[in-house]
């Protein structure tokens, strides 16, 4: 089945009880016992499992075509669990552009247990010189952020193979529907679910697939259930709901992510467009071979520095001045105050989020926004 026909269907695991066309909110945190001891119901305590985490990793796992998906409680500590799953002294290659919560985690919460090179993971010859005896995992970003930096996932997945890595791949930025890594050749897929897949800025997840459910994947279950950082199961139906319009949400972003994008290249104000779906992108080739479209997140450098890129994000009245990314609204922000004072990205970069509202609207309040100055 395609990944429209999959999203409004796999995550309908029926009740024949009670027949429910859409299934219900389990809140139940426990589950009956059967005389025998068993649980014929299938599940036993809601931090093991329970039925809307079910559909969730059900629904996820077949859209990122995986052997199984764990959903946890935000992306972070989906990520977090990878990195758990590694013994003390393991090497890690990361992007050196890594969505900066991550890098975080390595530089505070595993600095004392694990070692890590930021590399540039679009330099291929970069990443075979940094493989080390310990080294455990190649983990990629792709597009990333803020840059929209395209990695070659095929190409590091070749070397990682060669080398008996785990490959994973943080694919936020291009949702389920634009880029399946897993079929690439990634081990592990990664989303923060707070963003396309949920979509509506209204509820936090993460979720991590696997493409073999081997000895790796069980210790990330064990983290999982053990650890306890798992998604109520509101969040879970929230979730399963919104997925059922990812596609066609997809669709929508990646044609207002791309007509933007032509218009702020041709802007005077606008000194460089970062987006996969130019041409003069320098991942767009990549990009194409590897996506079916291009998404809905783009970064720009306006002239003028920091001042007015700060006034450009104050000036749009479409666009909520906020962080995060993926909703059906526009977003916008000056990324490196958000990021802090040892941030590299560069001071006049605006990130934006392009939401579902109509392209024209979009681009009129860009329109304005950027013309203030001129007057
Ligand atoms: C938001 C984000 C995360 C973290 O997810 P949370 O749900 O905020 O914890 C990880 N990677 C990328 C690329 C993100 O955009």
Redesign the pocket.
């Known amino acids: 089945m395609r990944a429209e026909t999959l999203a409004i269907h796999a995550g309908n695991l029926y009740n024949i009880s009670t027949q429910d066309v859409t299934p219900p909110i389990n809140l139940s945190t426990t589950f009956l016992r059967n005389e025998d001891g068993g649980y014929s119901g299938g599940h036993m305590y809601s931090r093991v499992s329970n039925p809307n985490r079910s559909a969730l990793e059900n629904t996820i796992a077949e859209l990122e075509k995986g052997a199984d998906a764990c959903a946890f409680s935000?992306?972070?500590?989906?990520?977090m669990s990878v990195f758990q799953a590694f013994k003390p002294g393991s090497h890690i290659i990361a992007p050196d552009d890594m969505?900066w919560?991550?890098k975080r985690q390595l530089q505070t919460i595993f600095a004392d247990t694990l070692s890590i090179d930021f590399i540039d993971l679009t330099d291929i010859e970069l990443i075979k010189q940094h493989i080390k005896p310990n080294t455990v995992m190649i983990w990629t970003?792709t597009p990333?952020?803020p840059l929209l930096k395209i990695t070659d996932v095929a190409a590091i997945a070749e070397i990682s193979k060669a080398n008996g890595l785990i490959l994973a791949c943080?694919s936020?930025?291009a949702s389920p529907c634009l880029q399946n890594p897993i079929a690439l050749g990634a081990d592990i897929v990664?989303?923060?679910?707070?963003?396309y897949i949920g979509g509506h800025s209204d509820v936090?997840?993460?979720v991590l697939i696997t493409a073999e459910k081997n000895e790796f994947w069980e210790k990330i279950r064990n983290i999982q259930q053990i650890g306890g950082a798992v998604p109520s199961p509101f969040d879970c139906f929230l979730l399963v709901r919104s997925i059922k319009t990812l596609s066609y949400r997809m669709r929508g972003h990646c044609e207002n992510g791309m007509a933007l994008a032509l218009y702020l290249q041709n802007h005077p104000a606008v000194e460089t467009v970062y987006y996969p779906g130019l041409p003069t992108h320098p991942g767009h080739e990549i990009a194409r071979k590897q996506m079916s479209g291009f998404g809905g997140m783009l970064s720009i450098l306006v002239r003028g520095g920091a001042a007015e890129a700060r006034r450009i994000v104050n000036q749009v009245k479409l666009f909520a001045q906020a962080t995060?990314?993926?909703g059906v609204e526009s977003l916008i922000e000056h990324r490196a105050s958000v990021e802090g004072p040892d941030t590299k990205t560069p001071q006049n970069l605006i990130r934006i989020s392009v939401g579902l509202e109509h392209i024209d609207d979009l681009i009129a309040d860009f329109e304005q926004a950027l013309a203030v100055k001129q007057l």
């Open positions: 935000s992306g972070n500590t989906a990520g969505y919560g991550f970003e990333s952020n943080d936020t930025f990664m989303h923060s679910s707070t963003k936090l997840g993460g995060s990314l993926g």
